[in-house]
């Protein structure tokens, strides 16, 4: 059996000074992930929540590969430069196998759109890359994981601002396979996934953005004295469980107006000097509209001093999985077990020297508190995961 993998991609400046997250917890995979170019540090201040920087790549990060020729062709015909999406600047591997072997036979190309109700996307409604991952997982021995770029592309007959977003796996070897959307944030896709085999066109997802949406707004205060916080930070996080490939989860941007009412999500706020405050969507209030502003939902937010985490304690036999019910110890002290989701929110005066998870004779793997090179808390949202793997 082979290894499992984690991969930690450092994505866009999110809004409110946050840098995305990008993990995929599974058997190991062949293919990059497209996420953005990572800011300075000096660069990342505060926004409002909602406003989204532009994208910006470090001058070492070498430039994307140049689109395909007919691509170019298709650019030059609108008046406007198109939009690009960001690629993948950097990107961790903790522990990753050998591409499988034998090599298997090319059965064709699998390829699909990302559509939205509303019709052709144009350059302000474009999902941003890191928050969109479009993967494949083959369903049979020898497993392989496959993830695809996006492309932006002008529509034919249309202005410069109908846009069509679109991903293809060129080569893919015979099989059969799972093919998945992972987003980040709360519009619903349809399908989520499909089982496909190579070759195969047309595997496209729709986003269902006609729901009712009402913004978001986050008031922050300190938890003892009361008053207002107006630098903080804010993420959006993210945890899918896949039954073939493993956990995905992901840490990026607050965009205020993509959360429908209706939908479930999770986030975490943090400011300098403060630990960092968990919670969902049942935390946001509906405002009426007043001198301030339109109606909205807002989230009132007490920051106290200290050090927090939501722990994430995944197993993995062969693929990752939460686990439930682990027993967690920090500098040798009982702090309690994790949930159905395999977490645990830990909030303390001070920083820990010492994480520890308890369940039967698994080895935890990694060190919680001992970051990789490039990674830090603020990264990752303040989400830590432990890495538990049964005795050999």
Known sequence: MRPSRILLALGA??????LAWLGWVGESAAGEAAVAG?????ARAAAPVGELPDH???EETPAPEA?????ESAREEVTAPLPELPFLSQLEVLELAPPPEPELPIAGAISGRLLNERGPWTAD???ASDTLVVELVRLEEPRLELRAQLRIEPLEGETEDGLALSYSFDEVPVGEYELSLFHLGSWHWEPATRVVRAPAEGMDFLRLDRDEVLPLEFQVFDGKSGEAIADFSAAHLEQTVSASSGVFMHAGPIDAESFPSASNFRWSVWAEGYRAAFGDERAFQFVPADEEGPE??????ELWPGWSARLVVLGREPSMRPLERVRVRIDGRFVGATDHEGALVVELDAPPERIEADYRDWVL???PLDPRPGTSPALRGHVTPLILKAPD
């Open 125 to 127: 409604e474009l999902p």
């Open 56 to 58: 910006q790549a470090p």
């Open 38 to 42: 990572e800011p300075e540090e000096e």
């Open 67 to 71: 689109p395909p020729a007919e691509v």
């Open 365 to 367: 793997e990694n060190d």
């Open 296 to 301: 909205r939902r807002v989230a009132r937010v």
């Open 13 to 18: 400046c999110a809004a409110l000074s946050l």
